[in-house]
């Protein structure tokens, strides 16, 4: 079986490493982004602001896999 790792193909774990480790990254960023808040004292609605700026770009990112997920591409 040539091409293989494990049983698996170098395409299947691509995915894998782009569906978990991109997911784990993100959820990793958003941990940051808490404690910046925390840290700045940022209050409630600075805390917003903040999630909301500084993770528009992941939101991003999961809206085009939920779209790719949709239209089964």
Do not use: C, D
Not at 21 to 43: D, H, K, P, Q
Not at 64 to 71: G, S
């Amino acid at each position: 079986m040539e091409g293989t790792l494990f049983g698996y193909t170098e395409a299947q774990i691509a995915q894998f490493g782009l569906t978990f480790g991109v997911g784990a990254f993100i959820l990793y960023m958003l941990f940051i982004v808490l404690n910046l808040a925390r840290e700045s004292r940022a209050g409630r609605f600075g805390t917003f602001v903040l999630f909301m700026v500084l993770s528009f770009g992941m939101l991003g990112f999961l809206a085009k896999n939920l779209i790719q997920w949709v239209l089964g591409i």
